[in-house]
Nanobody, 127 residues
Framework: QVQLVESGGGLVQAGGSLRLSCAASGRTFGSYAMGWFRQAPGKEREFVAA????????YYADSVKGRFTISRDNGKNTVYLQMNSLKPEDTAVYYC????????????????????WGQGTQVTVSS
């Protein structure tokens, strides 16, 4: 069992930055690929970014590529999402997720393949 707790959300002006953190419980954090998803009001949950177990492979949605950076610290059981040049359309509840993978360099893109989810943190970008 893995418990995920997100933090770092808040209100920021367009063009600003935020760093989200997701702390995981347990000793097996390194066994999981991690991902960030978001859900805006009235919209479906969408993929944002993913990172492999060893942090060597990452993947981003086109909408955030070049602005967001996903990283992880396996020693601290934490995954991060650095968000720069924020836009009003980035406003959403952001969720982190953990999914077991066999290979250390594999990331997961599909929400259905993740095993554990956090409760979410609100990010609001004002224009």
């Amino acid at each position: 069992q893995v418990q995920l707790v997100e933090s770092g959300g808040g209100l920021v002006q367009a063009g600003g930055s935020l760093r989200l953190s997701c702390a995981a419980s347990g000793r097996t954090f390194g066994s999981y690929a991690m991902g960030w998803f978001r859900q805006a009001p009235g919209k479906e949950r969408e993929f944002v970014a993913a990172i492999s177990r060893n942090g060597g492979s990452t993947y981003y949605a086109d909408s955030v590529k070049g602005r967001f950076t996903i990283s992880r610290d396996n020693g601290k059981n934490t995954v991060y999402l650095q968000m720069n040049s924020l836009k009003p359309e980035d406003t959403a509840v952001y969720y982190c997720a953990a999914g077991a993978t066999y290979y250390r360099s594999t990331y997961i893109l599909s929400a259905g393949e993740y095993d554990y989810w956090g409760q979410g943190t609100q990010v609001t970008v004002s224009s």
